[in-house]
């Protein structure tokens, strides 16, 4: 483990409107151990994402983990995707080499190594020329390979350099050496539900406090919205708190599209809360996944949902229930009852 030499930053958020495009993360949190294998296919896990698609709307979270319907390409989610990996990247430099220039031209790479991973996002930058309607013009959106690349990726490229460029504005890379950068985490409560995630950066001060930051490519949101935003913090403290027995001092939300810095310091009624929160959210989503009822419900993001044409909500049907319905007993027949 390594040591920053920041610890603890005092910034404090400002203002700010909007959050980020939802779909950062990849769904599916079914994989693997956790619930007993009575349901095969049932969630086995949550993660900050996916509790908070469930609490956005019980549908969504059902079209993402139960059913997995494919979900088109966001060009806001692969900026994101690049923007993280540069900032997780450029602490492989040593300290006098992490400057605006290196970080900058780490992003064509970057977004070159995305590309050869998820081979669709070359039809965010698809020209006219390059479709079969059109005469061949080299690779989609003219990179990699085809040289000059079209003006939507460079119009793409020169924003997510902005956004790496803005970092150097709320942090010096130069003065942190993160204990942890991408840090998978997972752990089981004692009522056995299991949480996991990851975690952009983790910063140990020589006094062992522990800090955990998490860098967002939109802007901070407005001060209503703010507990919300720290609500994924909240959870990583549970987690490494319930793994590692400290528990961290600081969480800091970094706000790269304004160029704020979220900070929240909690303590043990703050993540207690949390988790009674998770229990009840883990609950919930057990009654629907064994009753098969999970309810639509319309918000403001239903605009950036793609699920529409499957939402009754918009006049669509969803897919068949892809698990097995459990039956419910009448009250009546209920063990324990008196009738
Ligand atoms: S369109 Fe809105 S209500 Fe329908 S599934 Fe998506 S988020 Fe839920």
């Known amino acids: 483990m390594g040591t920053s030499a920041e610890l603890p930053d005092t910034t404090e958020a400002a203002s700010g409107a909007g959050q980020e495009a939802p779909g950062q993360e990849a769904a599916g949190d079914v994989a693997g151990g956790g619930r007993e294998p009575a349901m095969p296919g049932a969630p086995t896990s949550l993660s900050p994402s996916r509790a908070a698609d469930f609490m ?84 989609p959106g003219g990179e990699p390979g085809g040289g000059v690349p079209g003006p939507e990726l460079a119009r793409w490229l020169a924003e997510a350099e902005a956004l790496v460029e803005r970092w150097f504005s709320l942090e010096d890379p130069s003065r942190l050496e993160p204990a942890e950068r991408e840090l998978f985490v997972e752990t089981r409560l004692a009522s056995g539900l299991r949480l996991r995630g990851i975690i952009d950066r983790v910063d140990v001060a020589p006094t062992g406090d522990v800090r955990v930051v998490d860098y967002k490519t939109g802007k901070a949101p407005r001060p209503e919205y703010a507990a919300e935003a720290l609500f994924q913090m909240k959870f990583y403290a549970l987690v490494l708190w319930r793994l590692r027995g400290r528990m961290p001092r600081r969480l800091q939300l970094v706000y790269l599209g304004s160029g704020d810095v979220l900070t929240h310091d909690p303590d043990e009624r703050d993540l207690a809360a949390v988790e009674r929160k998770l229990l009840a959210l883990w609950r919930a989503i057990n009654e629907a996944t064994e009753s098969g009822d999970w309810r639509p419900r319309r918000g403001p993001l239903c605009g950036w949902c793609d699920f529409q044409a499957h939402c009754p909500e918009y006049g669509g049907t969803p897919p068949p229930y892809p698990l097995v319905v459990q039956p419910r007993l009448p009250l009546d027949d209920a063990p324990g009852s008196d009738g």
Do not use: M, N, Q
């Open 56 to 139: 956005r709307c019980p549908l969504l979270y059902r079209f993402r983990v139960i059913d997995r319907l494919p979900e088109k390409p966001s060009a806001a989610a692969a900026k994101g995707t690049v923007v993280h990996a540069v900032l997780e990247r450029l602490f492989d430099e040593p300290a006098e080499r992490r400057s605006v220039p290196r970080a900058r031209s780490l992003v064509v790479g970057e977004w070159e190594r995305l590309l050869a991973r998820r081979p669709e996002l070359a039809e965010l930058f698809a020209r006219p020329e390059d479709t079969p309607d059109g005469e061949p013009g080299g690779e």
